[in-house]
């Protein structure tokens, strides 16, 4: 193969590539040139320290914050410019760190509201339910009065109900019990299973280590490490390096 073929399927194999990304908040820079990649079929983990810049880099992604500078391309199509549901038309499904449930509609009419025309495939959501159960007990009930943990499996099942090129996950253990935080591994591990990819912002490095197979780490704004995970995984003097104490390593 020559190394421009072997470029080119390098290009392809990535979903999501972002280069020299750069995001401004009001008079803030707040990314100065970000660069990773989200390879197919593979769980993406972005970690860094509280502040480094990632919910910003997500919403950038997601045309939620405008790019200032730098590409954004899903594969290979510059998505920078374009407004958030565009985006999401394309295939990138977010789920954002408040998980953005209707608190006072069931969980049927909030999984509902999140498919294109209005129609649940039922194929579809027998899959969910076996991901999760507890999303067929309470179908009929307030998603506010749902537990913490049950809140964020409706806000991930809303991404899944409709098949998705890219699925941006932030901080989905966020104040979780350990036990829940365990139901949600299985579950990622079957969407996994199920070559969906994901993007994920974690700061329980038990779950990153687990589940990924790619990561990026960011600090101030920039991304300061892009690795396999396993390499990763095994080299401890790289991690404490890189991570410190800024991650919740021993969860
Ligand atoms: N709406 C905003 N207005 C002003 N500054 C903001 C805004 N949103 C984020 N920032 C700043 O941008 C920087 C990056 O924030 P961001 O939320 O992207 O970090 P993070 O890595 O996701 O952190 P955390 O793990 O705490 O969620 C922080 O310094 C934050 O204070």
Redesign the pocket.
């Known amino acids: 193969m020559t190394a421009q073929l072997q470029q080119d399927a390098q290009v392809q194999d990535n979903v999501l590539t972002l280069d020299s990304v750069h995001t401004n ?2 008079q ?1 820079n ?1 990314l100065h040139g970000v660069s990773f990649s989200v390879p197919r079929n593979q769980v993406t983990m972005l970690l ?1 320290r ?7 880099t997500m919403r950038t992604i997601m045309g939620l914050w405008q790019a200032a500078q730098g590409k954004i391309q899903l594969n290979g199509d510059d998505i920078q410019t374009l407004e958030t549901v565009a985006i999401a038309r394309k295939g990138l499904h977010y789920v954002p760190e408040n998980m953005g449930i209707f608190s006072g509609l069931s969980v049927e009419e909030n999984i509902r509201l999140a498919t294109r025309k209005n129609k649940i495939d039922p194929e579809r959501l027998e899959w969910i339910f076996t991901l999760f159960p507890a999303m067929k007990k309470f179908w009929q009930w307030p998603a506010g009065q749902l537990s913490g943990g049950q809140k964020q499996m409706l806000s991930i099942a809303r991404s899944i109900i409709e098949p998705c090129e890219l699925l941006l996950v932030d901080e989905p253990s966020k104040g979780l019990a350990p036990s829940i935080i365990e139901n949600l591994i299985t579950a990622f591990n079957q969407l996994k299973e199920n070559n969906t990819t994901i993007l994920m ?1 974690e ?1 329980n490095f038990r779950m990153a280590s687990v589940l990924g197979d790619h990561l990026a780490i ?1 600090d101030d704004g920039v991304i300061v490490h892009e690795s396999d995970m396993a390499s990763f995984v095994a080299d401890e003097e790289k991690q404490s390096a890189l991570l410190g104490l800024s991650m919740e390593a021993h969860q």
Do not use: D, L
């Open positions: 908040i009001a803030y707040i860094g509280n502040g480094a810049g990632k919910t910003t912002v700061q960011m």
